[in-house]
């Protein structure tokens, strides 16, 4: 389990200090308008940028005191537009770093819709086929490194991994995301534009707007049309759902 304490940043990017937990087997996703500090506090639930002002612990300990390779079987990070390096295969792609079981890597091929291309360089994919195989790369990660004492399934953190997806595609990945952290009881952090993405398939949501975490919780409790529309400066239209969810939010025109 991933725990903030009162962990931030006072260098810029800035972060305003977060008291929280990340629990294994939840989806949780991150929204904000551009710039409020999405990306900057994945980097500190990563470990990438360590806390100037509290701790970030991971299973107990503090992150920093993890060896990059243990904390590799621990946590994946999959950033917005990762660089695709060479010219490897997909197959190999999904495979990188991680030296998983053949087994686990058709797994995934299946899972994301892969299979097809699985045999082809990785320099010749569409945005949306490159988003899905870095998604899988770092499932690959985690789920091939699970060793036995492991608490559960790690922590996947994904910086809009529905960003070049069409609507059948990011349904199919959100389902699946949500489905993994409950059979693999994994925590999957997903910073994600698509307001109606987090109000259907998260569990809990945080709302960041300037540097700061300003709300974190369920979906209908976060994700409040006349607060949205007031954070991101839109003209929002609320649609009541059938089951209570939270509100189906449409643009004005
Ligand atoms: N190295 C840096 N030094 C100073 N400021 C930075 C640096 N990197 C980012 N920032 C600023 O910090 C703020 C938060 O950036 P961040 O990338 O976390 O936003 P975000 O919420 O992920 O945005 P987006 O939705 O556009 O991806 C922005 O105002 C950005 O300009």
Redesign the pocket.
């Known amino acids: 389990m991933l725990i903030l304490h009162r962990a931030g940043f006072v260098d810029?990017?800035c972060l305003a200090p977060i008291q929280d937990k990340v629990v294994p087997g939840e989806l949780l996703a991150i929204v904000?308008?551009?710039?409020?500090?999405?990306?900057?506090?994945l980097s500190l639930l990563s470990g990438f940028r360590t806390s100037q002002l509290g701790v970030v612990t991971l299973d107990g300990r503090t992150i920093e005191a993890w060896t990059p390779a243990t904390l590799a079987s621990r946590r994946a990070l999959v950033a917005?537009q990762e660089p695709m390096g060479f010219d490897w295969s997909v197959r190999d792609m999904v495979a990188l770093g991680s030296d998983p079981e053949p087994a686990l890597v058709e797994q995934l091929l299946a899972d994301l819709e892969l299979v097809s291309l699985a045999d082809r360089s990785v320099l010749r994919l569409s945005g949306g086929e490159r988003q899905r195989v870095m998604v899988a790369r770092g499932l690959c990660q985690l789920m091939a490194r699970r060793h036995d004492g492991a608490p559960d399934g790690g922590l996947l953190l994904l910086d809009e991994p529905t960003s070049a997806l069409d609507i059948g595609q990011q349904q199919r990945l959100m389902r699946r995301l949500r489905q993994l952290a409950r059979q693999q009881h994994m925590a999957i952090v997903c910073?994600l534009?698509e307001l109606n993405l987090a109000g259907t398939y998260a569990d809990r949501v945080w709302l960041?707007e300037e540097?700061q975490r300003i709300a974190g919780g369920p979906p209908e409790e976060v994700l409040e049309p006349e607060d949205l529309a007031r954070i991101y400066r839109a003209e929002l239209q609320a649609l009541a759902r059938p089951d209570g969810g939270p509100a189906w939010l449409a643009l004005t025109p």
Do not use: C, D, R, Y
Request: a positive charge; glycine letters at 24%.
């Open positions: 810029p990017p904000g308008p551009n710039g409020a500090g999405k990306s900057t506090l917005q910073v534009h960041m540097g």
